[in-house]
């Protein structure tokens, strides 16, 4: 009985400790500090390949990046992997032959890059061909898929060089079909 009590005791004391009223402030931001534009930064942007046929997005790997300057002032430099590495376990995007290919950024906040370079590998090529592509507004990409069906691998290269100084790289699989 008595330890009856004792848990009923508890029981109703417990919720009584556990909800007192304590105010706790958030510490005043300093108002004095600088505003980061490009808080992107500090994680790059994520690219999406667009699907027309599926109507959905798959988002390429990130593959490198750096931003701001070295001790030096020069521009940092990204070192990307082997893009069959980047896109291990990754999900391989569908598309038919000769194909348009949108791609984009997730954040539109983010400047137009100043050079843009998309490279193509099939497996295991050290050396890719650059692939054409055309830019339809801001951060916004078309390529088109291969005449050939296969497998193929993509670098896509974006550098910032006025505004802001970095550059990324990514990396996606694609599976080219027939039509």
Same mark, same amino acid.
């Given at each position: ?10 029981a ?19 108002t ?5 534009v ?7 942007p ?19 990046h ?5 001790e030096?002032g020069?521009?940092?430099?990204a070192y ?12 391989? *995007?569908q598309?038919?032959t000769k194909?348009r290919?949108? #791609?984009t950024?997730?954040? =539109? ?5 100043d +050079? @843009? ?23 916004f *990409?078309?390529?088109i898929?291969p005449?050939?069906?296969? #497998?193929?691998?993509?670098? =896509?290269?974006?550098k910032?060089?006025d +505004? @802001? ?15």
């Amino acid at each position: 009985m008595k330890r009856l009590v004792r848990l009923l005791l508890l029981a109703c004391l417990l919720p009584l400790v556990g909800c007192t009223k304590t105010d706790v402030k958030p510490e005043p931001k300093d108002t004095n500090e600088e505003k980061d534009v490009s808080s992107w930064q500090e994680t790059p942007p994520d690219l999406y390949l667009l699907s027309r046929a599926a109507e959905t997005s798959y988002m390429a790997s990130s593959n490198g990046h750096c931003w701001g300057l070295d001790e030096q002032g020069n521009p940092c430099l990204a070192y990307p992997d082997d893009p069959w590495d980047a896109t291990l376990g990754n999900y391989t *995007f569908q598309v038919a032959t000769k194909t348009r290919v949108p #791609v984009t950024f997730n954040n =539109f906040s983010l400047p137009n890059p100043d +050079e @843009v370079i998309f490279t193509q590998y099939r497996y295991k090529d050290k050396v890719g061909e650059n692939v054409e592509y055309v830019q339809n507004g801001a951060n916004f *990409f078309d390529f088109i898929s291969p005449e050939e069906a296969g #497998v193929y691998y993509y670098v =896509f290269y974006f550098k910032w060089d006025d +505004e @802001v100084k970095g550059e990324a790289y990514y990396a996606m699989k694609v599976n080219v079909k027939e039509r």
